[in-house]
């Protein structure tokens, strides 16, 4: 995984609340077995008229969004089945930071482990995110080692992250990676115990 300490990108707000898995990645995709190349599906039925043509109403297909790497979204975002899918989606569309309200509990632990920093900021500070995001460009700045969210107009949130997860993101490690970090250890103790 990519690791995250500072990460500058363009936002992309969908001010949309309980927004599920099966709108992030619609089932019909999820026959894929690699874990990439889910990102030209991500929210299909929102991104895409029935004819294949983009929906040129929906908020990624806004000009000002286009290569955006920080999503700003409503409350309970990752709703639904707990599909490992729609972090790669994600990931695979270019998005790196995933800021809302709230999230379901399965979604925010997927997006840790394949490398997504999941921000919980207070409903207001949210909203005032989605609000700099309308019909412009924006950008933010997200800290992860001060754990700081903040912009070029004075904008400045603090968020809250389990240790763990934050050396996780902060070294660019899933939990294989983490324990290959104890690779010296585990091979003495194997010598020790096959001597």
Known sequence: MEAIVVHTGKVAGLN??????DQIIPKQFLKRV????FGQFLFFDWRFNADGSDNENFELNQPETKGASVLVAGHNFGCGSSREHAPWALLDYGFKVIIAPSFADIFYNNCVKNGI???RLEEDKVNELLAKTEGKEYELTVDLKAQK???????EA?????????????????????TLT???????????VNA
């Open 34 to 37: 690699e874990r990439t190349g």
């Open 158 to 178: 603090s968020f809250d992250i389990d240790p763990y997860w934050k050396e996780m993101l902060l070294n660019g490690w899933d939990e294989i990676g983490l």
């Open 149 to 155: 969210v903040t912009d070029a107009e004075g904008f």
């Open 182 to 192: 104890y690779e010296n250890a585990i091979s003495a103790y194997e010598q020790k």
């Open 117 to 119: 920093l999941a921000i």
């Open 16 to 21: 949309r609340v309980n927004v599920d898995t």
